[in-house]
């Protein structure tokens, strides 16, 4: 066994012992959480400044800080549950046990992990809670990078085979509508998940240069647990119904930020829509 594996395995124990929440990991998704650990180690190594953006309590980010990376986390932790039961500082700690250096936002600096310049930054399921386009935000992640570091991206697969059959049937491939309904503030589940393609054109719209895009299991729970080896199998041949992708891009040292679309891009996103929003001036600059 590698040392990484030794590291991995080692952290597993550790996070499933100090956690603070119980129930919140699920042992069939062990081998996910190493598979999200060994893409990256695999193109940047372990001697790295890591941002892990929108970290939530932590249970991914601690694994990567296990295997030797330095890892600064970065979340609002305004989940209605995070405001709980001293729920934020039980977050907090935790992620100061594994040694991630965790920041939050202030009314001074809403983006204080760009004051430095990082190897890699992660965003581990989080563009999937996005109700609006990433697209300003992701600039100034890139922003952020040191040339040629790397811009990790995981988010689940929109078309995995559970939804596929879900839908022939008649199912919801969104979140259960119970879970929606009578979720306590704002709406902070899945509003748009994506598909290879959709990586694809995220990664030429920033402007970078594709290391690897690539799908990975993190949700094996869903299938009754005599189902997981077979689908385990099945999907190397169909690696597209696995549950997760993960885009890795680098950043080349010559890149520049485009937040605007240039006249066709607009024409193309904008031009077909209901009628022809294309038309109009709009603030690219603006979030809102």
Same mark, same amino acid.
């Given at each position: 066994? &590698? ?35 060994? $893409? ?65 936002? &202030? ?18 399921? +989080?563009?999937?809670?996005? /109700? ?9 992640? +890139? ?25 022939? +049937?008649? $199912? ?31 990664? $030429? ?51 520049? &930020? ?5 006249? $066709? ?7 077909? /829509? ?15």
């Amino acid at each position: 066994m &590698s040392k990484i594996e030794e590291l991995l395995e080692e952290g597993w124990l550790q996070l499933n012992n100090s956690f603070p929440f119980d129930n919140y990991i699920n042992q069939a998704r062990k081998s996910g959480y190493f598979d999200m650990v060994r $893409k990256v180690e695999k193109w940047s190594g372990t001697d790295v400044d890591v941002l892990d953006f929108g970290a939530g309590p932590c249970d991914k980010t601690a694994l990567f800080s296990k295997v030797g990376m330095k890892v600064t986390a970065f979340d609002t932790l305004n989940d209605s549950w995070v405001k709980k039961d001293n729920n934020r500082q039980k977050i907090l700690d935790f992620a100061s046990s594994f040694g991630v250096d965790y920041i939050l936002p &202030s009314e001074d600096n809403e983006t204080p992990w760009d004051s430095k310049k990082y190897d890699v930054i992660m965003s581990h399921d +989080v563009l999937e809670h996005f /109700h609006s386009s990433p697209r300003i935000l992701l600039n100034k992640l +890139v922003e952020s990078l040191k040339p040629g570091g790397l811009l990790v991206t995981t988010v689940p697969n929109a078309a995995n085979l559970r939804k596929r059959l879900h839908l022939l +049937v008649g $199912k919801t491939n969104y979140n259960r509508y119970d879970y929606f309904y009578w979720y306590p503030g704002a709406w902070n589940g899945h509003v748009r998940e994506y598909v290879k393609k959709d990586l694809e054109l995220l990664n $030429k719209y920033l402007n970078l240069e594709k290391v690897e895009l690539s799908s990975y299991h993190l949700q094996l729970d869903a299938l009754p647990a005599l189902l997981r080896t077979p689908f385990k199998i099945g999907s190397y041949l169909m690696p597209g119904v696995r549950d997760s992708w993960m885009l890795v891009s680098r950043k080349p040292k010559s890149w520049s &930020s485009q937040v605007e679309p240039s006249p $066709k891009q607009i024409k193309d996103a904008l031009g077909w /829509h209901y009628f022809d929003m294309s038309q109009y001036d709009y603030d690219w600059e603006s979030e809102d």
